[in-house]
């Protein structure tokens, strides 16, 4: 889309004249309306503030970012000004004209990879952190172990260090999960009983709340 625009941007700026694109973008109507009804003081004060630091040899301003809509769908335009020389002696209004360019398309690509940055980063976190946690579990797994051999299973210590055991392990078992996501291994879809893994995850349970609070667990068939 392009624009032209007579007088000063920022104080009694008027297009004078405008494409179809440009009116269809913007939603402009009317004859030669003032600068400031087409649009908002925060982009009128960004396209001044490009023009006076635009450097004698550019010939367009540095863009002004226009989001035009909500959501999904917003497109988002970029505004180049570019100053009319005067002939010398001549006098009137200054003039500029006003490309207006779409980078919607754009702008989502730099979001995806920034996206794809951000995932890439908390994949390498997470592997960082699993190496150290899974470290950490073996100790906890190996102790366990060494202790289950001097407590038999008639020992009253015996049920808590089975449940150390069977919580070290499933706790290996994500860290496992976290290392297969940094490494961006190929994981197969497993099918799981809900009854068991409710069974296994009782007894924790039961240690975390309070006695005041019974749990019932009802369990269904096939899940």
Known sequence: ???????????????????????EIFGISGSNPPLSKCFDERVIRDLAAAIKSRSAS???????????????????????????KRRRGSYGKRQTVLYSVDVSF??????????????????????SIAHDFNNLLLVIMGSCEFLMRRHAAGDPSYPDLVLIQQNAQRAK???SNLLAFSRKQTLRSEVLSLTD???????????????????????????
């Open 1 to 23: 889309g392009v624009a032209v625009i007579e007088g000063d941007i920022g104080s009694d700026a008027r297009i004078a004249d405008v494409n179809r694109v440009f009116t």
């Open 58 to 84: 550019a010939a367009l301003a540095r863009p002004v970012e226009v989001r035009i809509g909500d959501g999904p769908s917003a497109k988002i335009m970029h505004l180049l000004a570019r100053p009319v």
């Open 106 to 127: 754009q702008k989502r690509m730099e979001e995806d990879y920034s996206q794809d940055q951000k995932l890439k980063t908390i994949g390498h976190l997470a592997g």
């Open 173 to 175: 078992n994500l860290t």
């Open 197 to 223: 893994l409710l069974r296994d995850f009782s007894p924790f349970l039961n240690r975390s709340v309070t006695e005041r609070v019974d749990l019932n667990v009802v369990n269904g068939r096939g899940l």
